[in-house]
T-cell receptor
Framework: DTGVSQDPRHKITKRGQNVTFRCDPI?????LYWYRQTLGQGPEFLTY????????KSRLLSDRFSAERPKGSFSTLEIQRTEQGDSAMYLC????????????FGSGTRLTVV | GENVEQHPSTLSVQEGDSAVIKCTYS??????FPWYKQELGKRPQLIID?????GEKKDQRIAVTLNKTAKHFSLHITETQPEDSAVYFC???????????FGTGTRLTVIP
């Protein structure tokens, strides 16, 4: 499968715990994006990488959130000290060019904080 | 920043009828408007997109129209089928932008 892969698909964690998600983009895509989707809402932009450089971060990305893409391939999104408001679907997407050339999304990681 | 509004939030149609979903945007600099389909538990998938240099684009049973003056764009699905049932999201972006601004989604149900 040459699509965007995300792991895990589901994560249940207790409030205050740290969680880390992984995204493997399409191999020839140099741009990688993280979005958050809450129930009944459209995806909201969190952050963007071009190769290994994190070039843009949304104000939604509080200091408890950190994202990396160490070798310009896979990316990780870590949430520290999780809160119930962090419960959402975390979507990763990749693209060959700018946003206006279309994304390919992964299936997401659904986080539930209890 | 850009604000995209989408209507209706839910839409039910009989199989074979047409469905229309409408979106408005606020930033006149936006010039790229994709539509994504998200089936339950699956990833959003790009189904059609339009750029501001055209007013309409069609792909089989799906078409998108754009009115830049009024800052709105619409998705039209003709001859709907049960497999068209899903949540549809519109989005907007600008040249050189790194992110998409999404609407809140429309849950389409096609009744057999």
């Amino acid at each position: 499968d040459t699509g965007v892969s995300q792991d895990p698909r589901h994560k249940i964690t207790k409030r205050g715990q740290n969680v880390t998600f992984r995204c493997d983009p399409i191999s020839e895509h140099n741009r990688l994006y993280w979005y958050r989707q809450t129930l009944g809402q459209g995806p909201e932009f969190l952050t963007y990488f071009q190769n290994e450089a994190q070039l843009e971060k949304s104000r939604l990305l509080s200091d408890r959130f950190s994202a990396e893409r160490p070798k310009g391939s896979f990316s990780t999104l870590e949430i520290q000290r999780t809160e119930q408001g962090d419960s959402a679907m975390y979507l990763c997407a990749s693209s060959r060019g700018l946003a206006n050339y279309g994304y390919t999304f992964g299936s997401g990681t659904r986080l539930t904080v209890v | 920043g850009e604000n995209v509004e989408q209507h209706p939030s839910t839409l039910s149609v009989q199989e074979g009828d047409s469905a229309v979903i409408k979106c408005t945007y606020s930033d006149s600099a936006s010039n790229y408007f994709p539509w994504y389909k998200q089936e339950l538990g699956k990833r959003p998938q790009l189904i059609i997109d339009i750029r501001s240099n055209v007013g309409e684009k069609k792909d089989q049973r799906i078409a998108v129209t754009l009115n830049k003056t009024a800052k709105h764009f619409s998705l039209h699905i003709t001859e709907t089928q049960p497999e068209d049932s899903a949540v549809y999201f519109c989005a907007a972006s600008q040249t050189g932008a790194n992110n998409l601004f999404f609407g809140t989604g429309t849950r389409l149900t096609v009744i057999p």
